[in-house]
């Protein structure tokens, strides 16, 4: 893949005290020096802290999103040849969880780093530890190419998946419950609703499951989807597993 070239004019080398401190720990963590430092510094800056979108690291998490699900599918594609693309799709999507990405970005050290504007700092959303790890990756991706990119996915987070552990573990609580309800013709709801818009960077969705119109579980989320796994999963584990739904 040709790699794509930052403009001349955007390309500069760290001049701060702020930046110097960063080029170390980018390196300590990706195992290189950062050609262009203004893209990774972009990673770094939330959404929240800036009014212009430009200036915040949501373009470069859109890049790095697709880049990591491409490395992530490749490695699947290769590694279980003679397994569906339903599992494979499954597989993808532990891999790239959100709970698995925020993990992967706080054993960096660069969480702290992380610009927001909350007076909770990075753990006001739990999304932005994973949002700022794929703007990183998306930063890597221009500075040093797909080649470099894709080899440290491959080192930083590939490494360390316990790949059988991995196969058996249940991250989708929701479909599994909407699956076994309609074998056994018994109806499953889910209603999910805003629950707070105090801080428009960080909404918070609630969301309770019934089953055959009694609750069963509930789960709160900064989105419907969140909020419906965490429901779902409240009303799994607390069974077991052995998920029977029950009579009015």
């Known amino acids: 893949m040709r790699r794509i070239r930052v ?3 955007v390309k500069r080398s760290a001049r701060s005290t702020r930046e110097q401190a960063l080029l170390k720990r980018f390196k300590k963590c990706l195992g290189y020096t950062p050609k262009n430092i203004s893209l990774y510094t972009l990673s770094l800056i939330h959404k929240s802290a800036v009014k212009e979108y430009r200036a915040c ?3 470069l998490e859109f890049l790095g999103d697709a880049i990591l699900n491409s490395v992530v599918s490749e490695t699947l594609y290769f590694r279980y040849p003679d397994r569906d693309e339903g599992f494979l799709t499954q597989m993808r999507s532990k891999i ?3 709970s698995s990405l925020n993990a992967l970005a706080h054993e960096t050290g660069l969480c702290t780093w992380v610009q927001i504007r909350s007076p909770h700092g990075v753990g006001s959303n739990r999304n932005v530890p994973g949002d700022m790890l794929e703007a990183l990756i998306g930063a890597i991706y221009l500075d040093r190419g797909y080649s470099m990119c894709r080899k440290v996915i491959m080192k930083k987070l590939l490494s360390s998946v316990n790949w059988e552990d991995l196969e058996f573990t249940e991250q989708d609580y929701k479909s599994r419950i909407i699956e ?3 074998k056994q013709h018994i109806p499953v709801l889910f209603q999910t609703k805003l629950a707070s818009e105090e801080h428009s960077h960080a909404p918070e969705f609630s969301s309770s499951l019934f089953i055959n119109q009694i609750l069963v579980g509930f789960g709160q989320g900064t989105s419907k989807k969140e909020a419906e796994q965490a ?5 799994w584990v607390e069974r077991r ?3 029977e739904p029950p009579t009015p």
């Open 96 to 98: 790239v969880s959100r």
């Open 180 to 182: 076994r309800c309609q």
């Open 241 to 243: 597993g052995g998920l």
């Open 231 to 235: 429901a779902a999963r409240q009303a």
């Open 57 to 59: 690291n949501e373009r």
């Open 7 to 9: 403009p001349v004019a």
